[in-house]
Nanobody, 117 residues
Framework: QVQLVESGGDLVQPGGSLRLSCAFS????????MAWYRQAPGKQRELVAG???????NYANSVTGRFTISRDNFKNMVYLQMNSLKTEDTAVYYC???????????WGQGTQVTVSS
């Protein structure tokens, strides 16, 4: 019933910016906690940023000050604005959602972000 589709991944140069989008299809988007995760080759998936159903945010130490997560409850969209990109940010980025008070997690298919000169 719930589907998440990421978009916006691209090849960018170090220091560049990129905005990822996650489209939520289904019901009750406003009750979902949303997040962005990423996974680089050979590494475990890690939480990049999260935004709660009421708009509170949290970030991984590695991206604090550079990335901003936001949501638009009128459009059922979640965004990740990435600035001052580093080569270490190269990874597949995944959108994640789970309903407030629930235990089920939903994942998107991922979008590739490559930071390279």
């Amino acid at each position: 019933q719930v589907q998440l589709v990421e978009s916006g991944g691209d090849l960018v140069q170090p220091g560049g910016s990129l905005r990822l989008s996650c489209a939520f299809s289904g019901s009750a988007f406003g009750f979902y906690n949303m997040a962005w995760y990423r996974q680089a080759p050979g590494k475990q998936r890690e939480l990049v940023a999260g935004i709660s159903s009421v708009g509170s945010t949290n970030y991984a130490n590695s991206v604090t000050g550079r990335f901003t997560i936001s949501r638009d409850n009128f459009k059922n969209m979640v965004y990740l604005q990435m600035n001052s990109l580093k080569t270490e940010d190269t990874a597949v980025y995944y959108c994640n959602g789970n309903p407030r008070g629930g235990i089920v997690n939903y994942w998107g298919q991922g979008t590739q972000v490559t930071v390279s000169s």
